[in-house]
């Protein structure tokens, strides 16, 4: 007899297919699962790469409008500046008592109102002497 003959007589025939189609159903469930997590990493690769194009563009425009701010900052830096140092030029200028820069510059925010303004400016038009009868 040989081998085959025992094994046949052993081992009967259902035996042997089912565990040849349980091998079988094994390795077919790993490949479906390994697929399935396959899909899965592949479907969040292309949300993650979608996501991060999204930012990428929202990034880029945030950083131009940042860039336009930066721009608008540094001219108002400058013009604030030029009013500073012209501010301060003004004590040196001969005609800082009449200037009408001076004066308004000297005017509290209590002063602002429109008629205290015409006041304050009269009065001090007064005290220089050029408009009234006091000299």
């Known amino acids: 007899m040989e081998l085959t003959e025992i094994l046949q007589w052993v081992i009967p025939s259902g035996g042997i297919g089912a565990a040849l189609s349980w091998f079988l159903n094994r390795s077919m469930r790993?490949?479906?699962?390994a697929k399935a997590v396959h899909d899965a990493y592949k479907a969040m690769y292309e949300d993650v790469s979608l996501l991060a194009k999204e930012l990428s563009e929202q990034n880029e425009e945030t950083n131009k409008k940042l860039d336009e701010l930066m721009s608008e900052n540094r001219k108002l830096c400058r013009t604030v500046n030029r009013?500073?140092?012209?501010?301060?030029?003004?004590?040196?200028?001969?005609?800082?008592?009449?200037?009408?820069?001076?004066?308004?510059?000297?005017?509290?925010?209590?002063?602002?109102?429109?008629?205290?303004?015409k006041r304050r400016r009269s009065r001090r038009v007064d005290k220089r002497g050029s408009d009234s009868g006091e000299a």
């Open 83 to 117: 009013l500073s140092r012209a501010i301060e030029a003004i004590e040196y200028c001969p005609h800082h008592a009449a200037c009408p820069v001076s004066l308004e510059l000297q005017l509290t925010a209590e002063d602002e109102g429109d008629a205290g303004v």
């Open 30 to 33: 790993n490949a479906e699962s």
